[in-house]
């Protein structure tokens, strides 16, 4: 999940190849025999019961919602990235820009976070202007296979006009949260 979150939120344009979404894998597979890549058909003809299965798998839902996420928020797909500073516990932060619509932040936890440890960040631009308006928040993103313990909502603190927002991660998650109005 962690690398397909990576792959759909940052720049550029996505490439899942075939079997990705169901997290297939041929250990058997030889590069060249069976094709480029060692993976051989996922579903013979005459098993179609295979695609439901594939449908049910956590992979397979985790890049339904990503892509979805993807094509409702124009700055996951156009926006310019800006990297944050998450301290030293394996999270990878970021933001997503776009004039004219919401700024979309992510959190991709890599490993296990330090106990107890809290990640602090201020949410400032590349030009160093805050990435979202006094009286905003950042609202969680519902995403199956995401990190549903993380705060719905994020409201900022505002120290010398700079927003600064504290979150926990969970060990190898996802969260996506988009600047919003708050609830």
Excluded: M
């Excluded at 004039?99 to 490993?111: E, K, R, Y």
């Excluded at 979202?132 to 199956?144: D, F, I, S, T, W």
Aim: proline share 8%; with cysteine.
């Amino acid at each position: 999940v962690l690398a397909n979150a990576l792959l759909l939120t940052t720049e550029g344009i996505p490439c899942l190849y075939y079997g990705t979404e169901a997290g297939v894998r041929d250990e058997r597979g030889v590069l060249e025999r069976e094709s480029e890549t060692g993976r051989v058909t996922y579903v013979p003809r005459g098993e179609p019961e295979r695609l439901e299965e594939a449908r049910k798998s956590e992979s397979f839902r985790a890049i339904r919602a990503l892509i979805s996420a993807r094509k409702a928020h124009p700055a996951l797909r156009t926006g310019a990235t800006v990297v944050l500073p998450a301290g030293e516990g394996g999270c990878f932060l970021f933001a997503r820009v776009l004039p004219n619509h919401p700024t979309v932040l992510v959190a991709i936890q890599l490993g296990q976070p330090v106990a107890g440890s809290r990640i602090t960040t201020r949410l400032l631009g590349a030009d160093r202007t805050p990435l979202l308006g006094k009286g905003k928040v950042l609202a969680r993103l519902p995403l199956e296979g995401g990190d549903q313990e993380a705060p719905r909502q994020l409201v900022p603190a505002w120290h010398d006009g700079v927003p600064r927002v504290t979150f926990e991660a969970r060990a190898e998650s996802v969260t996506i949260w988009t600047v919003a109005e708050p609830r």
